[in-house]
């Protein structure tokens, strides 16, 4: 079967850095996806990856190895509000999503 | 204004109702999608439609039944809602020609099913 791994919670330190990982095993792989979404609210894209390697986009960086079926967020100089969950989703082979059930990152002052 | 809209926000109902669930975008997306989250689990996706006469199960459609009425409206409907439907849905779009497939999520509707 298809399954996406990913820790339940996490907590870090305001200003400190975090990293998210997630595992995934699917039937073939079209690209990775990281959705942030805060509590009752929709999620919104944060990265995509599709070749091995790091993508940064400012304080957000997605880490990709198609080898490992592995996939880590890295989040820099932590704020308030980066309280969210975090999604990870892969496209499988017919190019559907399959989620993960995503990590709540707490964020303490 | 929202891009993708989602109607009713909030909605109680008795088991046996029939209940529809609206959304409508102006993203100019060929794709929409409907998803059901629940607490500790990923998002599951009940229909998905890629145009106006393409509609297509996903992997927990029983219960569920979908009209794609425009290429801006895709509705959900629940013939004779039961209390384990109750979650939040919400509607997607996506963009064909975006290499990256990014969904695009409406502000969701919490369902309550008594």
């Known amino acids: 079967g298809q399954n996406i791994d990913q820790p339940t919670e996490m907590t870090a330190t305001e200003g400190a850095i975090v990293q998210i990982n997630c595992t995934y095993q699917?039937?073939?792989?079209?690209?990775l996806f990281w959705y942030q979404q805060h509590a009752g609210e929709a999620p919104t894209f944060l990265s995509y990856?599709?070749l091995d390697g790091l993508e940064e986009k400012g304080r957000f960086s997605s880490f990709l190895s198609r080898s490992k079926g592995y996939s880590y967020l890295l989040l820099k100089e932590l704020q308030m509000k980066d309280s969210a969950s975090y999604l990870c989703?892969?496209?499988?082979?017919?190019?559907?999503?399959?989620w993960g059930a995503g990590t709540k990152l707490i964020i303490k002052p | 204004d929202a891009d993708v809209t989602q109607t009713p926000r909030n909605r109680i109902t008795k088991t046996g109702k029939r209940i529809m669930l609206e959304c409508s975008q102006t993203?100019?997306?060929?794709?929409m999608y409907w998803y059901r989250q629940d607490p500790g689990l990923g998002l599951q996706l009940i229909y998905y439609?890629?145009?106006?006469?393409?509609?297509n199960k996903g992997e927990i459609s029983d219960g569920y039944s979908v009209s794609r009425q425009a290429q801006a409206k895709f509705s959900l409907s629940l013939e004779s809602a039961i209390p384990n439907q109750t979650a939040l849905y919400f509607c997607?779009?996506?963009?064909?020609?975006?290499?990256?497939?990014?969904?695009?999520f409406g502000e969701g509707s919490r369902l309550t099913v008594l």
């Open positions: 997607a779009t996506s963009d064909r020609g975006r290499d990256t497939g990014e969904l695009f």
């Open positions: 993203k100019g997306h060929d794709r």
């Open positions: 439609s890629f145009d106006v006469k393409d509609i």
């Open positions: 699917t039937s073939g792989f079209n690209g």
């Open positions: 990856n599709v």
């Open positions: 989703a892969v496209m499988d082979s017919n190019y559907q999503l399959i």
